[in-house]
């Protein structure tokens, strides 16, 4: 039903996302959509856990491509999530606010707690490995810190991509030591 969600809202946008045509899209009832879901709001949530899971996973895999090259995974990882960030049909309707994006808004912003807390396991438990010396704290607060200025890049975009994550990667480095 999520997968319906998604496809609907990169379709029509949120607003357009109706509970009876996520049921249709999936052959159930309209009842059983609210049923799993309770309201759209519920839906709304479920949709962006949905989509911070998958750059989470996303994360992980392209930070352990690099193997021991902490410097090139980071900027490489940072790079391919602005990038993602900014051709994902979700994401551009969240941000410009285009048909009825608005309300999944706060996923990124006040509500950012989902974001912080998928993608901060995966960068945490990273960090853990590739610094050992760090303590938890410290690679906790580092991959508080990295997220939160990776998710500032995606609101409000610098000039390219490639320069914000130049930029970023730099700043993670010196967090890291």
């Given at each position: 039903?999520?997968?319906?969600?998604?496809?609907?809202?990169?379709?029509?946008?949120?607003?357009?996302?109706?509970?009876?045509?996520?049921?249709?899209?999936v052959g159930v009832s309209r009842q059983t959509v609210y049923n799993e879901f309770g309201d759209r709001a519920g839906l709304a949530e479920q949709?962006?856990?949905?989509?911070?899971?998958?750059?989470?996973?996303?994360?992980?895999?392209?930070?352990?491509?690099h193997g021991d090259d902490v410097h090139a995974a980071v900027h490489a990882t940072i790079q391919r999530v602005l990038t993602e960030a900014a051709a994902n049909p979700l994401v551009r309707a969240i941000l410009t606010g285009d048909r009825g994006g608005g309300e999944l808004?706060?996923?990124?912003?006040?509500?950012?707690?989902?974001?912080?807390?998928?993608?901060?396991?995966?960068?945490?438990?990273w960090v853990r490995v590739q610094r050992p010396e760090l303590d938890d704290g410290a690679a906790?607060?580092?991959a508080d810190v990295i997220i939160r200025l990776?998710?500032?890049?995606?609101?409000?975009?610098?000039?390219?991509?490639?320069?914000?994550?130049?930029?970023?990667?730099?700043?993670?480095?010196?967090l890291l030591g």
């Open positions: 039903m999520v997968a319906a969600a998604r496809d609907l809202t990169a379709a029509h946008g949120w607003d357009g996302v109706r509970m009876a045509d996520v049921a249709a899209a949709l962006a856990l949905a989509e911070v899971q998958r750059f989470a996973e996303m994360v992980g895999r392209e930070l352990s491509a808004m706060p996923y990124l912003t006040t509500r950012s707690n989902i974001v912080l807390h998928a993608a901060g396991e995966v960068v945490a438990g906790a607060a580092a990776v998710i500032s890049h995606i609101v409000m975009p610098g000039e390219s991509s490639a320069a914000s994550a130049e930029a970023l990667s730099g700043v993670f480095m010196r």
